[in-house]
Each structure stands twice: as structure tokens, then as C-alpha cells.
């Protein structure tokens, strides 16, 4: 944490690009160190939040069929995967 806010002290005026992941559920039960800095950050305009959607039935599908090309999954098997995992892409990989 210390060096991410560093870096945002010396390069907020550089085209730099830092892509950061956390799980916000997580971060808020555990008092993660990156909350106090991610506020920070985007009180002064550095940081920006993107959240991520579930997937859709059909975003499911299309994984499905990139993860396991050559593979026909019918539409109960569809249907049991987008029930467990409630379209969380984690839960998608582990599954």
C-alpha cells in the first residue's frame, strides 16, 4: 500500500496505468489497508472504481464453450452452472 501511494504521489501527472484487483466484500471485512488508500486516491481524482457484472446465461455458455472446446453441454448442465455460481466469474472457474 505504501508504494501504490507513492507512486500516486510522483506520477499523477504521468500517463501510467496501474490495473488493481480486490474483492470489495472482502477489503471491507477484513479492514484491508488498500480501503484508507483507495479513498484517498479517489478523493484527489487517481483512482477510479470499475465493478464488475455477474455474467449472463449466455456469457456462461460462451465460456463454457471456450473452456472446453469440442464439448456440448446441454441446457440442464447450463442451467446448473448459472444456478451455482449466480453468474460470479470466480465461482465459474472454480466450479
Do not use: W
Not at 508504494?3 to 500517463?15: E, F, Q, T
Not at 484527489?44 to 446465461?57: D, K, N, Q, V
Amino acid at each position: 500500500m505504501d508504494l501504490l501511494a507513492y507512486i500516486a504521489d510522483r506520477c499523477a501527472s504521468m500517463r501510467l496505468l496501474l490495473v488493481l484487483t480486490c474483492r470489495p466484500t472482502e477489503m471491507k471485512l477484513s479492514n484491508h489497508p488498500l480501503g484508507p488508500v483507495q479513498l484517498e486516491l479517489q478523493s484527489r481524482g487517481l483512482s477510479h472504481e470499475i465493478p464488475l457484472a455477474f455474467l449472463s446465461r449466455s456469457e456462461v455458455e460462451d465460456y463454457l464453450a471456450l473452456a472446453f472446446a469440442g464439448h456440448r453441454f446441454d441446457a440442464e448442465f447450463v442451467e446448473l452452472i448459472c444456478k451455482s455460481t449466480e453468474g460470479n466469474p470466480l465461482f465459474l472457474v472454480a466450479c
